[in-house]
Antibody, heavy 118, light 113 residues
Framework: QVQLVESGGGEVQPGRSLRLSCAAS????????IHWVRQAPGKGLEWVAV????????YYADSVKGRFTISRDNSKNTVYLQMNSLRDEDTAVYYC???????????WGQGTLVTVSS | DIVMTQSPDSLAVSLGERATINCRSS????????????LAWYQQKPGQPPKLLIY???TRESGVPNRFSGSGSGTDFTLTISSLQAEDVAVYYC?????????FGQGTKLEIK
């Protein structure tokens, strides 16, 4: 069955960096775009970034553009989110989600918590 | 960028009664070339990731009970739960996948009255 497992979250000081991973299984990973969506504590869902199936196209929310970088390694069935210059407002659960063949996100991981705090 | 606005922010409905959640997009999410509305609904229960309920504005995902239905076109959409069950208590989000950046509504918290 389709599985997405996020890892790499934790507590970090403002200005520091963190790299999240999203490991996929149960489907042909190299055929699907992958999104990152985050949710601050007690808040709604915020779209963060997307990478195309082959890594050639990447898009970011304005709130993270220039600080976050999305990448993928199709040989490892893994997508990464490199987060630099972290701010308090980046504190959230970060979910990765698979984009289905018809463009909507159909499967989500359980999420990994990132806490930015001094 | 497309802004998604849901109403109400919270809703309390008696068991067995109908629940209706509205979603409005700041611009049309109807793609003229395929006549499809690029609008999805998700359900999120505490401590869980979002779960896909509806896509193309009105198509139920496999396994989703038929008491859930979606309607609307262009900029105005509705999620209806025909007969509320206890397990439907959750936060519901609409989401447009018409354009990047993608966006979600702010969420509607559904509770039992």
């Amino acid at each position: 069955q389709v599985q997405l497992v996020e890892s790499g979250g934790g507590e970090v000081q403002p200005g520091r960096s963190l790299r999240l991973s999203c490991a996929a299984s149960g489907f042909t990973f190299s055929s699907h775009a992958i999104h990152w969506v985050r949710q601050a504590p007690g808040k709604g869902l915020e779209w963060v970034a997307v990478i195309s199936y082959d890594g050639s196209d990447k898009y970011y929310a304005d709130s993270v553009k220039g600080r976050f970088t999305i990448s993928r390694d199709n040989s490892k069935n893994t997508v990464y989110l490199q987060m630099n210059s972290l701010r308090d407002e980046d504190t959230a659960v970060y979910y990765c989600a698979r984009e289905g063949i018809m463009y909507y996100c159909d499967f989500w991981g359980q999420g990994t918590l990132v806490t930015v705090s001094s | 960028d497309i802004v998604m606005t849901q109403s109400p922010d919270s809703l309390a409905v008696s068991l067995g009664e109908r629940a209706t959640i509205n979603c409005r997009s700041s611009q049309s999410v109807l793609y003229s070339s395929d006549n499809k509305n690029y609008l999805a609904w998700y359900q999120q229960k505490p401590g869980q990731p979002p779960k896909l309920l509806i896509y193309w504005a009105s198509t139920r995902e496999s396994g989703v009970p038929n008491r859930f239905s979606g309607s609307g076109s262009g900029t105005d959409f509705t999620l209806t739960i025909s007969s509320l069950q206890a397990e439907d208590v959750a936060v519901y989000y609409c989401h447009q996948y018409y354009s990047t950046p993608r966006s979600f509504g702010q969420g509607t918290k559904l509770e039992i009255k």
